[in-house]
């Protein structure tokens, strides 16, 4: 089962890496939020991570059918 969980979990992130590498806009989603001011930045993901937490609820509902 460890095994099964390890090789879907590695599978999925080498597809986001690819999707990335052509050009899917993750992490510049319209609902994450960027601030800036003077020398200071901060960034909150706020679509991304709601995008990724269903997507791995997904990949889990699946594996452990």
């Known amino acids: 089962m460890m ?3 390890l090789v879907v979990v590695g599978l999925l ?3 986001v ?7 899917l806009p993750l992490g510049r989603l ?3 939020v960027v601030y800036r001011r ?3 930045t901060v960034y909150l993901p706020l679509a991304t991570s ?6 791995l609820s997904l990949v889990v509902m ?4």
């Open 13 to 15: 992130i080498a597809g």
């Open 50 to 55: 709601a995008v990724l937490s269903v997507v």
């Open 62 to 65: 699946f594996v452990r059918r």
């Open 17 to 23: 890496g690819a999707l990335v590498m052509f050009g």
């Open 3 to 5: 095994g099964k969980a």
């Open 38 to 40: 003077g020398g200071m």
């Open 30 to 32: 319209p609902g994450d």
